[in-house]
């Protein structure tokens, strides 16, 4: 019995390890077979619709195992892509059982902590603490929701029969960053999938809030619209607004209605362009420029980008940038206000920026860093600016 007990044991392990070994020889595969055109996530789920023989399982591994390589950036240059993937296992908390363990062992990995991950010259925002936030890359953010107001019982009811781990301040949510919400809200109609720092931004439309002028209903332009999170923020912060959103892209906009539909949005206008040469045809209360951006501050989401983007970009999307504001802000009312929004964690991006528009005559109130990488969040920049 014992020894039948030992030989099953031994298979058991060797099976692991003959699954942990090809785990990672199919990582370094297909690591080495990306070249940061598209986002990662697109990649690998084209590579397993052309891959059958993947279960689910092992698609987990396999995709776990990449973005582990993905979190260490530019740090251990010396080391093999198994090498990497290996320490990228042991940095960003993998749980290991003993067998793989001694694999870690073998594998003759560099002991010193990560120092390359984030390693870009360019000078952060002020008030980032930069190895905090370097570090903070070898953890995915959690999943957050914005419980969209009347919804709060609703929702947090709903979570609760579910049975999964939430934890509540105010109307934020935070969920762990597998949890299929749609399947158990009703997503943009009940709560809205939406960082906690892009969440935040909305303490901006808040202060816009108790300085504007109350006499009518407020116009507002989303003038980088997107996905349109922004929009339904301000709708559900400044309740009565008359909303105008933009966007260069005419899929954005086909799937912005559809969004809107669901969040209850009637009245809107909506139409393609390019905001850099966009001609409204008045002027607005409120413009939200929630701008192009490297996105830098959300790669702890999309880490491949901390091996891919080049830093040259900053300049082009601050260039963008600054052509959008010197267009968007003639639509101003006098004393109307601009929202601008990045991702970025740049200067050049973000503080720079707001000293631009200052030179151009336009006010800053307040502008704020929103640290994500304390709190499993993104980082974000945000100042509300009046004309």
Known sequence: MLLSSFFNNGRMQNLKLNHFYSYVNTASAIIQSYDGSIPFAHFIKDYFSRNKKFGSRDRKYITQFCYSYFRLGRSYPQCSVHQKILKGLE????????????????????????????????????HIDQAAFEQSHLVQPDL????????????????????VNFTVEGNSVRLPNSFKAESVIAINREAVIQDLNSQNVGTLLKLYKEQAAKDAKIKVWDCCAASG??????????SDIELTVSDLRPSIISNLRRRFEEAGIKRYKSFVTDATKARPDHLFDL??????????GT???TPEQLLFFSEDKIGDYAALQRAILSNVI????????????????FRQENEDQVHYLQE???????QQVFKGYEIKADTMFGALLRK
């Open 91 to 126: 940095c960003t908390g993998f749980k290991l059982d003993p067998t793989h363990v001694a694999v870690l062992k073998g594998a003759a990995l560099p002991q010193d902590k990560p120092q390359k991950i984030f390693n870009y010259d360019a000078p952060l925002s002020e």
């Open 144 to 163: 957050f929701l914005r419980i969209r107001p009347g919804n709060e019982n609703a929702v947090i009811n709903k979570l609760q029969l579910s049975a």
């Open 229 to 238: 999170g922004k929009s339904i923020l301000a709708k559900d912060i400044l």
């Open 287 to 296: 413009i939200i420029a929630d701008v192009p951006c490297s996105g830098s």
């Open 299 to 301: 790669w702890a989401r």
């Open 330 to 345: 003639k639509y101003l009312k006098p004393g109307g206000y601009l929202l601008y929004i990045t991702c970025s964690v």
């Open 360 to 366: 151009q005559g336009v006010q800053a109130i307040q």
